[in-house]
């Protein structure tokens, strides 16, 4: 795999920090492909999480939302009445994971749902008004306030 070296950026910006740490985690991010998943967009400011979580019931996944992450971690609970099959094939994974998303700026999860072994999470990015851009008018000179300076006036009477 090849691997790029950020360091001229880090001397040459200031404020990007966050984002070429990034960069460089998903550069040397070795992690295993378990559960897979899909994202999707599903409007303009909407996004899904889609993971392959068969076999783990809703009390077995666990999402959490805190600041720009979003983790989703499944834990297998202990067999109930302690029974243990002799298991001559294990094809379905069971094991533990732990799946983490970073989330950009104004992202919100809106809603997670589990069904036919697929867990649902969706995303929706809320810009707020004070963030948005805005139009400023343009006044011609004609028609700009002009302010007049009450000393001036005072001298001519």
Do not use: C, W
């Not at 040397?28 to 899904?48: F, K, L, Q, V």
């Not at 019931?57 to 805190?66: F, P, R, T």
């Not at 006044?139 to 009477?157: F, H, L, Y």
């Amino acid at each position: 795999m090849r691997t790029y070296d950020l360091t001229p950026f880090y001397r040459s910006t200031v404020g990007f920090d966050r984002f070429f740490n990034l960069l460089d985690r998903a550069a040397t991010d070795g992690s295993p492909g378990y559960p897979p998943y899909n994202i999707e967009r599903t409007g303009e400011n909407a996004y899904r999480i889609t993971v392959a979580v068969s076999g783990f019931s809703q009390n077995e996944l666990s999402i959490v939302a805190k600041e720009n992450t979003l983790t989703i971690k499944g834990e297998k609970s202990v067999t109930e009445n302690g029974n243990k099959a002799d298991v001559l094939y294990r094809g379905i994974a069971a094991r533990a994971f732990e799946r983490a998303f970073q989330l950009a700026d104004f992202v919100q999860v809106k809603n997670a749902s589990l069904e036919n072994g697929l867990l649902h999470v969706d995303l929706v990015r809320e810009i707020p008004e004070a963030k948005k851009p805005r139009t400023i008018p343009i006044a011609t000179s004609a028609a700009a306030p002009q302010v007049i300076d009450g000393s001036a006036e005072k001298a001519a009477a």
